[in-house]
T-cell receptor, first 112, second 114 residues
């Protein structure tokens, strides 16, 4: 079963505009969520995380929003830059599980 | 410290051969994870260690797979009698503790079984 879902395989955004990447999960027991960015032939790189007790976390151009009632989180990138073009993975973890469950990823392309 | 290091970066092997991958985590991290990623999918958890103890194994890890972390530092992942379905990117990650903190990933080992 897919506990973490990213239903949009790709997203194309113009440079300078906002990119919104979405993620849904089914397990209400997750304690924290993370976003990773991955370039081809490289390992995932951590971007930003959020605890389940919060609804927003911001770090520079990146903001993650968590809606626990909807079991939904989103990553906002503003302004988007061409260097942001990559695959973005949503991941979820729990204090009693010690592993991350990843979504299938969304490929973001930022064009000039 | 240069981060999580994985060797080799690429491995091509014939079906039926054994392969071994190595992961050197960030030195102060006591947790080490192995994940596998195939095309179009996110990383899938295989197993993890806390120090030298292997605490959890995914059902994805068949009997042909074995992982070790003998001294709580580097780890090896061995695949015996490789099959074409084993072709994937094998990712190693490390972290310092459980919590809303990130795991740091290596660059991965790309395995191709021909």
């Amino acid at each position: 079963d897919q506990q973490v879902k990213q239903n949009s395989p790709s997203l194309s955004v113009q440079e300078g505009r906002i990119s919104i990447l979405n993620c849904d999960y089914t397990n209400s027991m997750f304690d924290y969520f993370l976003w990773y960015k991955k370039y081809p032939a490289e390992g995932p790189t951590f971007l930003i995380s959020i605890s389940s007790i919060k609804d927003k976390n911001e770090d520079g151009r990146f903001t993650v929003f968590l809606n626990k009632s909807a079991k939904h989180l989103s990553l906002h990138i503003v302004p988007s830059q061409p260097g942001d073009s990559a695959v973005y993975f949503c991941a979820a973890g729990g204090y009693n599980t010690d592993k991350l469950i990843f979504g299938t990823g969304t490929r973001l392309q930022v064009f000039p | 410290d240069t981060g999580v290091s994985q060797n080799p970066r690429h491995k091509i092997t014939k079906r039926g051969q054994n392969v071994t991958f190595r992961c050197d985590p960030i030195s102060e991290h006591n947790r080490l994870y192995w994940y596998r990623q195939t095309l179009g999918q996110g990383p899938e958890f295989l197993t993890y260690f806390q120090n030298e103890a292997q605490l959890e194994k995914s059902r994805l890890l068949s009997d042909r797979f074995s992982a070790e972390r003998p001294k709580g530092s580097f780890s090896t992942l061995e695949i015996q009698r490789t099959e074409q379905g084993d072709s994937a990117m094998y990712l190693c990650a490390s972290s310092s503790w459980t919590g809303d903190t990130e795991a740091f990933f290596g660059q991965g080992t790309r395995l191709t079984v021909v």
